[in-house]
Every structure is written in structure tokens, then in C-alpha cells.
């Protein structure tokens, strides 16, 4: 995450990972969700905290789900089903439940297949939003395989290119790969410019939106600074590159392969009618190609080589997708996650109105 | 293509697509290559200059074939042998023999695996350049699948976000999906910020290069037009999205995807070390998922509603990829191919060096 984007030293309270986790498990639970299904949701959303994805923690996204529950958009305890299958296939209707603890159900059945036949693949939907999709998709990596998680985002608040209205979502797009002693390469990455829910992130540390970002009513790219909008859209998200002379067909084209494969084949129609989330999930069995243990292995030279790349003059080092989260990870799991004093308000107003009680203050 | 990579009018010389894909088969066959794959190889190059994808037809990759077998890199009829397979994949020595008839064939067998399993997917080794990755994807498309294409580019001209050196070589993907009555969905793109053989095009019309597209031995993105560089980079390519501010963490990841699936994933380990093309090919059975009738209906409704977005002011239209393709196959089967005078000239001296006995102008 680009540095702008962190809380700012005097605004972070430190909380351990078991504590925000149970915490975080228990509003789950007195939402309705079941013990195991609380569990699963906790650990993918601190996870990607202790991974320094704070756009898919509890800060942004939480407070959504409590929502989602409390208007009904959300059922705590789905009845999910499976509506199509193959040897290699499925396709899962969600029963209305969270995606954060569906698709992780869901990939284990995919990895099943995978293991039997050397590929598996499901399209998942009537589901809430996933979480971040990288934490599915490193769900493959402990069984030897590679791991691929989409998700279309249930709006349309990105722009295909040269166009005025926006037509696709963040469309997020994620690759984990194992290595051997290497932390694994895990790629997850929204193909818009930025995410949208960065723009609540921004909007708390006080950063603007940088030029290429967002183009205004008229379709035209904004290449000044500009401060975060108050209210949903217009400006809309340009799609991965921006403007077309800088590749943004790119980022508009890869987002449109994300609703096809995560909206289109789950039966539901492109992601701007299905205005749902569909989610696209997939394992690749590494020994169906080559010896698990070269394969690691090669992945360390690979990963090695580009962290050891020469660094551009004005640059401290080259990182790789998932090097820089691996060292959050091992950190945070020491001396905390930083949350911003914001979000524990957050976490005590909500704790008082379930009726729960926890603290996250030392 | 964007506008400037064009030939221009009067240095066009239009040539039907039957006698330029004879010219150039007949090349293929002097030089050793058998009947039935010349054939094929003809129709990879010429379908990609019918649509307008000029980088990756005749003009710039026949010469660098035709150098490939007569100083022995390439095998005009190689051995193409399966290393390891299980249901739904396989691994393939290609034998030293060119890509663009190889891949075909293993595409072939990556279908008939997804038409039993409902995926597919291979990698080929010992090969040379595919050609272009669309071609192979769309071959899914007659079968009701979508199809996959991504191949290293065996060597390195990309830099991995902040680096000095490069790491990646263009590492091209694309997906080809069908539809019912819209020209196909056919995304093919390079993941550096243009191709490299746009280079050779863009000398040859006297284009420049955009701000973003490339950085010095610095490592710094040159962010001024340019001039096309005379040999071999420095400058090196910047991965799509060209700035870390603008995006270009995503690209470098997505380059590096198509490195570990399809370098590292056939065996021959990382592309910086390889040096050598390796391709993953990949084909998905769409009833595995959902109806086939209704879902390319359904992709209608998206392209429609793509290709129907109000435009920004500036700009005349919304196109989705493959749809300016599709367009310009259709016009250059009725009035012929554009090449550049250079390239008609290049084709008139091999026929002499070859003792072959076409004519191009009419």
C-alpha cells in the first residue's frame, strides 16, 4: 500500500491479533453466525489486517456486514448448495451468506478436486462480498497447488475505457503461488486504479487521489490531484492504466475477464445487470505439471531474484506480490495491528449496542 | 492499435489475404517445414494481420522465423513429445519447432481434455515464439469454452516496479470468450507497457514513444515522448501501468503470473533464467457451468451494453476487446491487408533467396 495511505503514528492504538480477532468473532456470532462460520470469517478478515491490507479488515469492511445483517441483506447461518457439478466443477449458490466464510468452504472443495484430477473451478454466487481475495486463493498453496480467486464486486462504479458510464467493478483478481523458503508469492489486486473502498481509507488519513485515478461526468480522466469525493460517484474509478495511451484498455479488458468468469458463468448475467457479487475460484495442482519440490524451489530463485533486482537510483528496493505482507504479517504478529483510534470507537459503540464486551485498550 | 503505430496511406500496399498466406507458406515449406503445419503457421500470422494486430503477423515476426531455421534455432519439423500428463493436463516438448504451429496442436489437446473433464490445461517447453496468444485462446471459442493463452517471451526487457534490471520478459495473455451474435470477447495483451516489437513498428512509421512506457538504466520511467531507441535497451519496458503511483505493482505482478505459469510451471524454471519461450494453455467447458446458449446470451447483453456505454465527450465510442478486431477482419477480407512498402520489398527478396515464385503487387 502506498504510504499515504497509513494511519498516522498518533492516531494508531495497537491491538494483539487474538484480541481483535475474538472480538471481531464474537460480533459475528451475536449477528447469528455460527460458531465455526464466526471463525472462519474472523481469520480472513485479520488476516488480511495482519497482512497490512487495511482496505480488507475490520476497518472498511466490517461495519458493512453488521449492517448487511441488520437490514436482512446478509443471512447469518446460509443453507449453500450446489447447483452444477463435473469431476473438475461447481457451481454454489451461497444461500445469501458472506463470502468471507463461503468461499473459503467452497475452495476447499476445490482443491478436493484438483488433488483427484489435477484442475478444479467453481463459480459461487447469491453470496455477500468475499473478504479479500487473496486469502482464498493462499487457501491452494498449502496443498501444493497454485490458488486463483476473482470476485465481480456487485457495482458498477468503474469506467471502461473512453466511456462516460461505468460498466464493471473493482473486479478484484487474485494469484498465490508457494515457495519453498521464500514467503509465497501472492498477487491480489483490484483491476481498477485503486479500490473504492480506499476511498474511506483516504478519506480517514486525510490523502488525496492521485492524477489517472478517476475521471469526472464527462468521462474524462482527472490528471490533477484531487481530494477524496464526499458522496458515491461521480468521479468514477478508471480501470488498472488509467488513460488509454497508458494501457488503461489493459486494466479494462482484465476486469471484464473477471465478470465473465466470476458473474457471466455463475448464470447470473454481467456484473452491471446481477448488481450481486459472483465469485470465479480455482486450483491448479502443481505435481500435474512438475515435481512440487523443483517447482518450490524454482519459485525461490524466481522470488529471490526479482527482491535481489538492482534498485532504480531513487528507490531503496525492489519488492515482490506478497513480500511486503509477509514481513507486515510477521511483524503485527508481534507488536500488534494498528488500527486507527477510529475504528476502536467503532468497536465499542458496536460492542455496546450487541451487548458484548470486550476490550481493546491496553 | 493506437493510431500512430499505423502505416501510413501511401506507404500502403494492400495485398489479399489468399495470396499473402500462400506467400507466406511457401516460405514455410522452403524452409523444411511440412505441409500440414506451414499451413497452420500461415493462418496464426494472417489472422492477426486480418485483425489488425500487425505487431504479431507477417511484418515483423516472419524475419526473425525465417532466421530462426536458417541458423538452426528452430527445428522445421520437430518431435513434439508428451512429458507428463494426467486427466485434465499435460506437459509437451515441442521439439525446437516454432510455437505458432505447435501450440495449435497441444491446444487441440487441452480441449479435448476440458470437453471429458470440463478444464483443461498444458504447459509446452522446447518451443519457439507462439505468435500470438490470442489465436490459441480463440480456438476454445468453436467448442463452446473459453480459452487461455500466456507465454514467456524468453528473454528479459521488463522491469519489476522500482527495479534497474529487467526480470520479465512482455509475457503476453489473453482470454477468448464466445458470444451469440456480437464478435467474440478476445482480450490479448502484452503485461509491459507496449511490446517490445512495437519497437520495430513504430520505427518503421516514425511513431515515438509515450511518457511512462519505458526507463533508463536509471530505472526511472521516462516520463518525456521519445524516440524508438536504435539497438537492444536500455531503455528498459515498464510493466503495465508504467509508475508505482499509477498502477505498476499490478502489472509487474500480472507478468509474473504468466512467468510462473508458464515458465516455471513447465520446468524450465524462471524466464530470466530460462530464456526461452514457455507457454500455458488452458480451456474451461463452459456447460461445466452453466448453459451454454444462455450464457452466450448472456455475454451479448455485456458486450452490447460495453460497446453501447455513452462515451466520454472526447472520445466517439466504447469498444471492448476484440470488437475493433472483429471490425477490421471483416473490412480486410474484402479489400485486402495494408503493408508497409518495406515489407512487401522484404517478401519480394526472400522469394528470390528461397527460388519461390510469388507476386504481392497486383
Avoid at 304 to 310: E, F, N, Q, V
Amino acid at each position: 500500500m502506498l504510504e499515504r495511505f497509513k494511519v498516522a503514528e498518533e492516531d494508531r492504538i495497537y491491538v494483539t491479533e487474538a484480541t481483535i480477532n475474538a472480538a471481531t468473532k464474537s460480533i459475528f456470532q451475536a449477528l447469528g453466525v455460527p460458531e465455526r462460520e464466526a471463525s472462519i470469517a474472523s481469520d480472513v478478515l485479520i488476516s488480511n489486517d495482519l497482512r497490512g491490507i487495511e482496505t480488507h479488515g475490520v476497518s472498511n469492511m466490517l461495519r458493512n456486514y453488521v449492517a448487511g445483517y441488520q437490514d436482512g441483506r446478509l443471512t447469518p447461518a446460509p443453507e449453500v448448495v450446489i447447483t452444477r457439478e463435473t469431476e473438475t466443477t461447481l457451481v454454489v449458490d451461497g444461500g445469501g451468506g458472506l463470502g468471507v466464510h463461503v468461499a473459503p468452504d467452497v475452495m476447499d472443495k476445490v482443491i478436493a478436486k484438483a488433488e483427484k484430477y489435477g484442475l478444479g473451478a467453481a463459480c459461487v454466487t447469491n453470496v455477500g462480498h468475499m473478504g479479500a481475495s487473496g486469502y482464498h486463493a493462499m487457501k491452494a498453496m498449502d496443498h501444493d497447488m497454485i490458488g486463483l480467486a476473482m470476485s465481480t464486486s456487485g457495482s458498477s462504479v468503474t469506467l471502461p475505457t473512453f466511456g462516460a458510464i461505468p460498466r464493471l467493478g473493482t473486479n478484484p483478481i487474485a494469484w498465490a503461488v508457494p515457495a519453498n523458503k521464500m514467503p509465497p508469492f501472492v498477487f491480489d489486486v483490484g483491476t481498477s486504479q485503486i479500490a473504492r473502498n480506499k476511498f474511506t481509507l483516504a478519506k480517514r488519513v486525510g490523502a488525496k487521489l492521485e492524477p489517472g485515478w478517476v475521471a469526472g461526468a464527462d468521462g474524462i480522466p482527472i490528471m490533477e490531484e484531487m481530494d477524496v469525493p464526499d458522496q458515491f460517484g461521480p468521479p468514477w474509478l478508471l480501470p488498472l492504466g488509467g488513460t488509454r495511451e497508458n494501457g488503461s484498455h489493459k486494466g479494462y479488458g482484465l476486469g471484464s475477464v473477471v465478470d465473465i468468469l466470476g458473474s457471466i458463468l455463475t448464470g447470473i448475467g454481467p456484473g452491471f445487470i446481477a448488481l450481486t457479487p459472483g465469485f470465479h475460484l480455482m486450483a491448479y495442482k502443481i505435481d500435474a505439471f512438475v515435481d512440487p519440490g523443483k517447482f518450490k524451489d524454482d519459485m525461490d530463485v524466481f522470488l529471490k531474484g526479482l527482491a535481489d533486482t538492482t534498485p532504480a537510483t531513487d528507490q531503496e528496493r525492489v519488492v515482490y506480490p506478497g513480500l511486503l505482507e509477509a514481513e507486515s504479517e510477521s511483524e503485527r504478529k508481534i507488536s500488534g495491528i494498528p488500527y486507527h483510534v477510529e475504528v476502536i470507537e467503532w468497536f465499542e459503540q458496536i460492542a455496546s449496542e450487541l451487548g458484548l464486551n470486550y476490550s481493546l485498550r491496553n
